[in-house]
């Protein structure tokens, strides 16, 4: 689904990327993990066109694609129901496009993410931040990705929502979607992804199934995603005892 | 090929921007205000003077916000402009606001055209000199839209006007000489390129001095800094990437 291959970015003086490459499922959720600064946000930009790579390639195959960025922002003077319209599938814009079936599926999918419809009457700039964010995947889930990038997935979401959205990730997988998260809680990676990839300094560290490392852990009595993360990053520090 | 669903969207985010925006409102309201007083205490014919003259300014208050804040806004990383939509965004952004008030500028012009069938006071020529207005804003829209992508929003107008006031202050002491760029400006008549060149470089951060209509080499220049500033701004959206 996507196929990044020796990617490199330059900043200025500053090498955000130096070769990073990874491969994702179609119908898998993979999970990049990276210290702050390791090139994680840099990549997804790479793969979603805001950014142009120095060299290397992203393959995207063809498909919607959609994105919830870490922190959203929409357009100041738009409400949340005209940004969801803007984006409305054009399926629903044709002459029996009379907004039922798109407001049920707003209905629907605001239901699914625990989000209030009240609010899109309101701006999303006035929204929370775990509101915004909320909205954000209202914005996505509308347009049925058959790719949804994700930076931080998680973060501003009470833990309601957090279940929610993992629902909802979870389910994109079942219906045979392709899912890439950008994230630092690994306990929830863990507990979602079936691949990962561990960026460092702006390189590829590992790429893995989770089945693969899940096996290795089982066969070596392993430790955790956590574990492993700070073993290949390096970052191992001295434990709490 | 064109992207109904991405015009749409740069069409209702630039009309909620200008409402939304008191200088351009202001402009808006007061640009016509100014030219109804003139009409009214003076005559018809000085108020379509400055009518023809002032209305390419209301284009420029109009640009005062056209890139350079969406960049910075972080508004443009959405699902709305992935795969490099966001620079088809901006680069209709121009045509949307040249739309918007292009439309603005032709009602203005209908009511003043009506007010001065009813007085006696219209000319034929006010539709050439209302077309060149109109050249002199969407120059406006497309030099302050390039200015925009290195200028954070309003001093790419900002800078215009001081460039202007320095230009206009320029022109009011070479008037005080006996043959000033004014008097050849009257005469649409330069003795030699020096003059020429002068008045070249005033239309260019100036070109309501088009408006008359007796300039047309100045007027194709102006139209040829409409394309020059269009394709710089192609250009600028071409390389841009959000780095925010």
């Known amino acids: ?241 | 090929m064109a992207d109904p669903v991405l015009f749409a969207l740069t069409w209702r985010v630039t009309r909620r921007r200008l409402l939304g925006s008191p200088p351009a409102i202001a402009a808006a309201l007061a640009f016509p205000a100014f030219v109804v007083w003139l009409g009214l205490t003076d005559s018809y014919g000085t108020a379509a003077k400055f009518f023809f003259f002032l209305l390419p300014h209301v284009f420029l208050i109009s640009a005062q916000d056209a890139v350079r804040s969406d960049i910075e806004s972080g508004a443009l990383e959405s699902v709305l402009f992935l795969g490099g939509r966001f620079r088809g965004f901006l680069g209709l952004k121009g045509l949307a606001l040249a739309a918007g008030a292009g439309a603005y500028a032709v009602v203005l012009f209908a009511l003043f055209a009506a007010w001065g069938l009813a007085a006696g006071g219209f000319e034929p020529a006010f539709g050439l000199r209302f077309a060149l207005a109109l050249l002199a804003g969407f120059y406006y829209i497309a030099l302050a839209g390039a200015l925009s992508y290195v200028l954070r929003a309003g001093s790419n107008v900002l800078v215009l006007l001081l460039v202007q006031a320095a230009a206009v202050g320029a022109l009011i002491f070479s008037t005080t000489a006996r043959t000033g760029l004014l008097d050849h400006a009257a005469t649409g008549e330069f003795p030699g390129w020096g003059p020429r060149l002068l008045f070249g470089a005033l239309a260019a951060v100036l070109p309501n001095v088009v408006v008359s209509g007796r300039l047309p080499a100045f007027a194709a220049e102006v139209l040829a800094g409409l394309g020059l500033a269009v394709l710089v701004q192609s250009r600028l959206a071409r390389r841009l990437e959000l780095l925010s």
């Open chain 1, 1 to 241: 689904m996507i196929e990044v291959h020796k990617l490199t970015k330059r900043f200025g003086r500053v090498e955000a990327l130096r070769g990073v490459s990874f491969k994702t499922k179609r119908g898998a959720i993979t999970a990049m993990l990276g210290e702050n600064g390791a090139g994680k946000t840099t990549t997804l930009k790479l793969v979603l066109g805001f950014l142009r790579p120095d060299s290397g390639t992203v393959a995207v195959a063809p498909g919607r694609v959609g994105y919830v960025p870490d922190r959203p922002a929409h357009f100041a003077g738009l409400d949340g129901w005209t940004i969801l319209t803007l984006a409305r599938p054009r399926r629903d814009r044709g002459a029996s496009g009379n907004g039922r079936g798109f407001g049920a599926l707003v209905l629907a999918s605001s239901r699914s993410l625990l989000f209030d419809p009240a609010l899109l009457r309101r701006r999303p700039a006035s929204y929370s931040a775990g509101n915004a964010k909320k909205f954000a995947y209202l914005q996505n889930l509308i347009l049925e990705p058959d790719l949804l990038v994700v930076d931080e997935p998680f973060s501003a979401l009470d833990p309601p929502s957090i279940r929610a959205v993992r629902n909802i990730l979870c389910g994109l997988r079942e219906a045979g979607k392709t899912v890439l998260v950008s994230s630092h809680m690994l306990a929830e990676m863990e507990r979602i992804a079936d691949g990962f990839v561990v960026l460092k300094k702006g390189e590829t560290v590992a790429h893995a199934g989770l089945r693969e490392w899940r096996l290795l852990r089982t066969a070596r009595r392993g430790p955790d995603l956590e574990s492993v993360f700070l073993r290949l990053t390096g970052a191992e520090g001295p434990g709490p005892g």
